[in-house]
């Protein structure tokens, strides 16, 4: 029977994951080096697995986030750190559907389809738990209307709630060659830049690493108004995204949406007020869908 609720937030710093617990996670999702499109952090395979050897608590999950497409010379390599991950962690969220080429029933059971802004429908979503996953993962750029319908139709959904999100991904290294044409200081790797668009106001998180380039949501997006309903609809993974976040911001949203977990109150007015810094919003969830 379906019915525990996950509450999961990237880590990008091993100090912090007790922390993040005590906060209210249940779960955390520790970025795979050589296996991640948008981690800005990654954590090498020895690192994940010391870390899950060494947990005090079985019921304080970990999750491992290889969300980036492989090719065919990598396959060997990345199947045979997904088997040596899979006996130790509680998860491994994906996107390139060779990774479950080979993996028993039991292995699958770990495996979180997450292929960022391309699960739209009801019947993909079907599709993708009928092949015995975890969860799927429902696009976050659909409106709310949209992610209620797949999430009461398909058991197991997953959704982010909280963070900025992702927007598009290149595999060509386009920081690369601005900074090239430019003539000035590589910006490959480098953190903390912003994009802005020539018809937008707002600064799009830009990151460019050895597997291409990734622009995220002019926005924070915040989920405190629809979170009821989203959990009421059967969503059971709520993920927060700690990107560009300062770690207090995100103890502060664990206890809120923790909070509401539990049928409690949650004062998240005052929470938006204290981060006002951030570009909050509720994103795509009152957008009518183009079609």
Known sequence: MRAMKIL???????TQINEYYEAGADEV????EDGCFT???????EEILEVCK???????????LMNRLFFEEERAESMLKLRQLLPYVDAVLFADAGLLSGLSEEECRKMIYRPETLMTSSNDAAWWMGNGLLSV?????????????????????????????LMSVSRRPLLSAYSEFAGIESLHEKKGLLLREDQRQ???????????????TDFVQESFADFKDFADA???????????L???????????YKAMLNNEEADYHTYLEKYKKYPFSTGYYGMKTIK
């Open 137 to 165: 993962q429902i696009s976050p750029l659909l409106t709310k209307e949209e992610i209620i319908e797949i999430a009461k139709t398909v058991k197991g959904c997953s959704l982010q709630i909280h963070g900025r999100m």
């Open 39 to 45: 981690a800005m952090h990654e954590f090498s395979l």
């Open 234 to 244: 059967g969503i059971e993974r709520f993920e927060i995204d700690t990107m560009t």
């Open 29 to 32: 999702i520790l970025p795979l």
């Open 246 to 256: 300062e770690k207090e911001a995100v103890i502060d949203a664990l206890h809120l």
């Open 54 to 64: 060494n947990r005090k608590d079985s019921q304080r999950r970990i999750a491992v």
């Open 8 to 14: 999961t937030v990237t880590c990008d710093d091993l």
């Open 202 to 216: 707002g600064m799009m998180p830009v990151y460019e690493n050895r597997y291409g380039t990734m622009i995220f």
